[in-house]
């Protein structure tokens, strides 16, 4: 239960004049509170708990959210550019057009989240947990997500061009129409994932496993995918042109309904 009011918090952010702090409210639990539309820029709210709260619209942008808790709590269209939070619970929140570009969330955990339309442009997000998140349409451009798990997450039409990526396991994605090109997937676990019309164009995915995906349709010109595992993936259509599959292990059968232009091969 939260241990302040909204009034009372409202009153606590008059008092803040100075425009390089904000608030100091680490370690307060303010569960459950509507805070819809609060101006909570550089605030302090490291071990913070906010689940379950109304934060649509609230400015959070350069936010010290150290392990702080946003379970189910509603951040739908709010602000945490550059905000700091390693370590953060944002499980089960709604996150549908946050702007988030810039931020670092190291290890946060962003299972089960709906974030339509986010926007974590050149976010650290490594080790972040986005299992069975709806990303769909998300924008994770230059992101930094090595050793990150999206593991049956949805990113359809998701944004992930030149996306660090290396280490990270997205088994069983959705990731249709997705654009990944330049994105870095070394030894990425993409197992299973669906990726008709998906776009590879210039990524590394060398040693990366993509046994059982769908990958009709899928662009990857120029991509590296050395040492690549492809076995039992789908790949009608799939555009290999000036692709480089060197020791990479696929179905012949299956890559050859695939157009492989001056892929290199062996």
Known sequence: MAEITRRELILILSGVTHPEHGARLAGVDLSGLNLTGLNLHRADLRRADLSGC???????????LDDVILRGADLSDASLVGAQGPNADFSEARLDRLQAQGAAFTAAEFIGVIGQGADFTEARLAMADFQGADLTKARLVRARLSRAVFASATLTDALLTQAELTDANAEGARLGRADCTGAHLQRAALSNITASWAKFREANLSESVLGGADLQQ??????????????GAQMSGADFSGAILREAHYDVEALGKALLGDARLG
């Open 218 to 231: 899928v662009d990857f010109r120029r991509a590296l995918l050395r040492g690549a595992d492809l076995r």
């Open 54 to 64: 109304q934060m649509a619209r609230v400015d959070l942008s350069a936010a010290l």
